[in-house]
């Protein structure tokens, strides 16, 4: 009788216990989902962080990009007409005297990248391909653009050293913004003056701008990419602090511009995209700048479209350094 007592109460013990652990395995299993739900709501917040900061800069890089497209234009006829007198004396004189002596840096937002990386050990599989190319974004372009930045920084720092070392006619000129004979004089006919034109579209634009294209090319990718994953199209169509670009809001720009019988551009719509190709070679992405001016992959010169008086597109310019065509819209 002892002994079946003792069994029993034995049997009973091993009960306890096994309900004991599995009741802990459930806990700890449950705490794990609890754990893993968490993680994957600070990864998703992270890069809806990063959604916001990739239109903040994407908007600020078109900006910068509109700046360098009007430094391109002003050095190209500094380098290419045969500036007089006169030129220096008209309305358009403060862009001649300081081409080549202004800086446009973007600051790229990293604070939703930063706060993925410090998740990034458990960042749920569906997210790795997403999280590749925004480390080409936030380490790469980053790098590269603070790098080149930095040579046109200094660049125009020791150019304004330099005048401001061996020019008399300096402090009038940038302090009290009156242009002197001596003035028009160095600008017309001192050889360090286009050479630093030249250094300036090396380390500025060839260089620095090149490098922001880039980047701008790849934040718009980025940016989409994440509409799509984290379906944050409904959310964004009406914050205006965010990115939004409907294709068919640059209707202006379809159509088919051609350069007497050599060069043909043809800009279309598909599927809410805009597409650039350039006479026989491959079709590529076309991304507005403004109403009036855009970028695409297929090299990084600066487009645009021009109207007549009444806002109708009559042709399609593009630039970069001494290169320039004028392209005049036959249809579309």
Same mark, same amino acid.
């Given at each position: ?31 794990? &989902? ?33 700046? @360098? ?30 081409? %080549? ?36 974004? @936030? ?9 080149? &930045? ?19 006619? @300096? ?21 360090? #003056? ?5 250094? =300036? ?11 922001? =294209?880039? #980047? ?36 202006? #720009?379809?159509?088919? @511009? ?43 010169? &600066? ?21 320039? %065509? ?7």
């Amino acid at each position: 009788m002892e002994k079946n007592k003792t069994g029993k109460y034995l049997k009973y013990a091993i009960g306890e216990i096994l309900l004991v652990v599995i009741g802990i395995l459930i806990a700890l299993n449950v705490n794990n &989902f609890n754990e893993k739900r968490k993680h994957k709501e600070r990864v998703i917040e992270a890069l809806k962080e990063i959604h916001r900061d990739l239109s903040e800069d994407i908007l600020e890089s078109n900006d910068v990009i509109k700046n @360098y497209k009007r430094e391109d234009s002003i050095i190209n006829i500094l380098m290419t007409k045969k500036m007089s007198i006169e030129d220096y004396k008209s309305n358009n004189w403060p862009n001649y005297i300081t081409a %080549a002596a202004t800086y446009y840096d973007l600051k790229i937002n990293t604070n939703g990248f930063e706060n993925l990386m410090a998740n990034s050990d458990k960042i749920p599989k569906r997210y790795q391909r997403l999280i590749e190319s925004l480390k080409k974004i @936030y380490i790469n372009d980053k790098n590269d653009l603070d790098d080149t &930045f930095a040579f046109s920084k200094d660049n125009i720092g020791l150019y304004l050293s330099y005048l401001a070392q061996n020019m008399d006619w @300096y402090n009038e000129l940038y302090y009290n913004f009156n242009l002197t004979e001596d003035a028009i004089n160095y600008f017309l006919h001192d050889p360090y #003056f286009k050479n630093h034109l030249t250094q =300036y579209n090396l380390l500025s634009i060839e260089n620095y701008y090149d490098t922001l =294209y880039q #980047f701008r090319i790849n934040a718009e990718d980025s940016y989409r990419e994440l509409t799509k994953e984290l379906h944050l199209e409904d959310l964004i169509a009406s914050d205006s602090t965010y990115y939004k670009i409907h294709a068919k809001d640059y209707d202006h #720009f379809l159509g088919t @511009y051609k350069e007497e019988s050599t060069n043909t551009a043809i800009i279309s719509i598909e599927s809410n995209k805009l597409f650039y190709q350039w006479n026989n070679r491959e079709k590529v992405r076309l991304f507005p700048i403004s109403k009036s001016s855009f970028i695409h992959t297929l090299d990084s010169s &600066f487009n645009s479209i021009k109207m007549d008086s009444i806002g109708k597109p009559v042709s399609h310019y593009w630039h970069a350094g001494k290169s320039q %065509a004028t392209l005049i819209k036959t249809k579309g």
